[in-house]
């Protein structure tokens, strides 16, 4: 099943901008969305798809940041690359503050464009992968046991069976029966496997 096309929402209150940054961005055969304001752009937008926010610093009613701050409320976590005419030096540290990816001046070249938005996506895909996998992580541990959740968090740390089953009061048996029922549940194919997965969770210490 091929990906989806990644989308570039244009939030703009000047309705030329959107058609030429669709222009710029042709060879990359990106899906360009445009909206006039930020009302507009957060009534439709559910932070499902792959994509990142182009964002207009300065518009009538609701502000770039206005908007950044609803995205980031929600728990919405696309790159967002802010865009103005102006040159603002505060206003680009503060683009930075509320999370901000990037921070771009009018009129923007074609190619810088393109190399900020190809970042952007790159960074965006990064995000959702570890975002399914943290997700994923977390259901595989709600499969254990209380047992088994000790037992997992003294294997990240390399104990070996023998002060295991000293430190839990069992026996090096049972101490391997965990074991195995642990990188089951966990579905880790390796220790390093479940290490990577520990990454996600929140573990006892």
């Known amino acids: ?29 990106l899906n360009v969305r445009s909206y006039l304001s930020g009302e507009s752009f957060l009534a439709e937008y559910d932070g499902t798809a792959l994509g990142v926010v182009l964002l207009d610093m300065r518009m009538p009613t609701m502000s770039g940041l206005d908007v950044q701050d609803a995205l980031r409320s929600r728990g919405f976590v696309q790159p967002v690359i802010f865009t103005t005419a ?6 680009a540290v503060q683009a930075m503050r509320h999370g901000a990816m990037d ?7 074609d190619e810088e464009l393109r190399t900020r938005i190809k970042s952007a996506i790159e960074e965006a895909a990064t995000t959702v992968k570890e975002s399914l996998e943290s997700a994923e992580a977390r259901r595989r541990f709600e499969r254990l046991t209380p047992r088994e959740i000790e037992v997992l968090a003294l294997m990240v740390e390399g104990k070996a069976n023998k002060i295991m089953s000293i430190d839990l009061g069992v026996s090096q048996r ?15 194919r390796s220790l390093a496997d479940l290490f990577r997965l520990s990454l996600y969770l929140d573990l006892p210490n």
């Open 86 to 91: 102006f040159e603002d030096v505060e206003s």
């Open 174 to 188: 049972t101490v391997e029966i965990h074991r195995a029922r642990v990188m089951e549940k966990m579905e880790a």
């Open 103 to 109: 921070y771009l001046l009018k009129p923007i070249e």
């Open 1 to 29: 099943m091929p990906e989806a096309t990644p989308i570039v929402y244009v939030v703009d209150d000047d309705p030329d901008v959107a058609p030429a940054i669709a222009a710029a961005l042709a060879p990359l055969n």
